[in-house]
């Protein structure tokens, strides 16, 4: 489609599903060759299929982000198919254990959970990807994926607090790396009922109804329709190519206007 990502070599993590693989898609489709990485290898394999079929250039990864080890040999997977790391966009995310479930509801392995995943799987991918572009050299970028539950108290307690804690690390790996190249920022969507994320919080809803809640969500934002992954990955897109080349630390909402009422 575009040139904007030309000879990137850049990873996206949770790229078997929803925002992580419309951005993967993208991000070819931008000149970029993309490790795409996932728990569910499987899903990673038919995101590569779809890049590859589209003329891009992908490997799939399997990766728990939530493991170091794993996310260690994601990194050396990406520089030694591609030579070196440009991007790393951080994206997994796990949602609220039984959907609507209350801050007591949480059991200490709920909390465990989120917090490895959520937080634990952005603070290895910033270390590492800020290791490696350290070592060779030219900078580098990291994006990842906060919520607006992270900027208002909306969409689980455990998990705001979680994205609370991706948008701190992002505003201080931007800092921390500014001396050395390395920008850092977050997209922050709202809502998105068409991935798999509702589902993976235990909802599953049939065609009719999940379009119901998605006309309602939609209607909660100022700008009246429901946030898309085709959505987050415009905006990563540009956040991680060179036209924002002097946009570091920003948390930028993807919500149709919701928090800024
Ligand atoms: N969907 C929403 O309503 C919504 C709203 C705001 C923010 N977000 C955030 O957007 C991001 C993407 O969500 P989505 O809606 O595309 O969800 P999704 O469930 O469709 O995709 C998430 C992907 O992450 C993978 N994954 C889960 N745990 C993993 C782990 N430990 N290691 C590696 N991969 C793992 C899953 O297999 C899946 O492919 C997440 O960070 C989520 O918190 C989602």
């Known amino acids: 489609m575009g040139n904007l990502l030309d000879g990137k070599s850049a990873i996206v993590t949770g790229s078997g599903s929803g925002v992580g693989r419309v951005s993967a898609l993208r991000f070819a489709e931008e000149g970029a060759r993309v490790v795409c990485a996932d728990i569910r290898l499987e899903q990673v394999k038919e995101t590569v299929s779809l890049i590859?079929?589209?003329?891009?250039?992908?490997?799939?990864?399997?990766?728990?982000?939530?493991?170091?080890?794993?996310v260690v040999a994601m990194i050396a997977a990406a520089v030694e198919a591609y030579g070196r790391l440009d991007i790393l966009f951080s994206n997994v995310g796990i949602p609220?254990?039984?959907l609507g479930s209350t801050l007591e509801d949480h059991t200490a392995e709920d909390f465990a959970r989120l917090v490895g995943v959520n937080f634990g799987g952005v603070f290895f991918g910033t270390?590492?990807?800020?290791?490696?572009?350290?070592?060779?050299?030219?900078?580098?970028?990291?994006?990842?994926?906060?919520?607006?539950?992270?900027?208002?108290?909306?969409?689980?307690?455990?998990?705001?607090?979680?994205?609370?804690?991706?948008?701190?690390?992002?505003?201080?790996?931007?800092?921390?790396?500014?001396?050395?190249?390395?920008r850092a920022n977050a997209i922050c969507p709202a809502g998105m009922p068409y991935t798999n994320f509702m589902a993976a919080g235990g909802m599953t809803l049939p065609a009719d109804a999940l379009d119901q809640a998605a006309a309602q969500v939609g209607k909660s934002h100022p700008l009246g329709r429901p946030i898309t992954a085709e959505d987050c990955a415009e905006a990563a897109v540009f956040l991680v190519s060179d036209r924002a080349a002097n946009v570091t630390g920003v948390l930028l909402p993807v919500d149709g206007g919701y928090v800024a009422r």
Do not use: M
């Not at 079929?53 to 170091?68: H, I, M």
């Not at 572009?133 to 030219?138: A, E, I, M, T």
């Not at 969409?155 to 505003?171: C, E």
């Open 52 to 70: 590859e079929a589209a003329g891009g250039t992908a490997t799939a990864v399997g990766c728990d982000v939530s493991n170091e080890d794993d």
């Open 127 to 182: 270390k590492h990807a800020i290791i490696q572009f350290k070592r060779q050299g030219g900078g580098g970028v990291i994006l990842n994926t906060g919520s607006v539950a992270g900027l208002v108290s909306w969409g689980g307690s455990v998990y705001g607090a979680t994205k609370g804690a991706v948008h701190q690390l992002t505003k201080a790996a931007a800092i921390e790396g500014a001396p050395f190249g390395i």
């Open 96 to 98: 609220t254990p039984r």
